[in-house]
């Protein structure tokens, strides 16, 4: 089975408003049919995207959190979620999906791109930001994601100038594409392939960063 249950999502709504680890004691059978059933849609999941992509690795994350270093001590996310990474040093991106009740959604990108990769791309996209725009304003990048997504910068980044024509994509601190579900379309059956075809969405843009971070600003491979 790769869809998921009401009763994974009724769970998980229920953890939240009962996030303490008496109750989780209690009702940890039902975590793990969960746990289970997210395992199986990431594991169809990959096999989909072996199809299309070279995937490193598929990794679930925990439902129980580090609370050492945090002000909120709740013991666990209310969330089930995995990530997939690009194989080898010239695919840049990696894929995520996340199901939580009234929050669900797939992203990707590029979450905290160390200094040297922003200030590559920013160069990149100075120099000639058009092949990027191509992809933010494809008719099937609006559909899925609707815009481009992450932080940004308040005025300009230093070294360019306020009135830059490409000001509003160097102001990016962060190249982040983001899929928003109900949770009546995570319990549909067809929510594999939906999931599928928005991780598919992204791949033009990933590859565009893949050949930027993999090249100089010559266009010669430096990886």
């Not at 490193?56 to 002000?71: A, C, E, M, N």
């Amino acid at each position: 089975m790769t869809t998921i249950q009401p009763s994974t999502l009724e769970f998980l709504t229920e953890l939240s408003v009962n996030n303490n680890r008496d109750w989780f004691a209690k009702h940890k059978p039902r975590y793990e049919v969960a746990k289970v059933e997210i395992k199986t849609f990431g594991n169809a999941l990959l096999e989909e995207m072996n199809k299309i992509d070279h995937i490193d690795k598929l990794k679930f994350h925990r439902i129980y959190r580090d609370v050492r270093f945090s002000k909120d001590k709740t013991p666990y996310s209310c969330r089930l979620s995995g990530s997939m990474s690009r194989a080898t040093k010239l695919l840049r991106g990696g894929y995520y999906f996340h199901v939580e009740p009234n929050n669900s959604f797939l992203g990707g990108g590029f979450w905290a791109p160390n200094p040297a990769d922003l200030a590559r791309v920013r160069k990149e996209i100075a120099y000639d930001a058009q092949p990027l725009r191509n992809i933010i304003n494809d008719k099937n990048f609006i559909k899925t994601f609707g815009e481009l997504h992450g932080n940004k910068v308040k005025t300009a980044p230093r070294g360019y100038a306020k009135d830059h024509e490409n000001i509003d994509l160097l102001r990016y601190k962060q190249f982040l594409v983001i899929q928003k579900f109900t949770d009546e379309e995570v319990m549909n059956p067809n929510f594999l392939n939906v999931v599928f075809k928005g991780f598919q969405a992204m791949q033009p843009f990933f590859n565009y960063m893949s050949e930027v971070l993999t090249t100089d600003e010559n266009g010669v491979p430096i990886v």
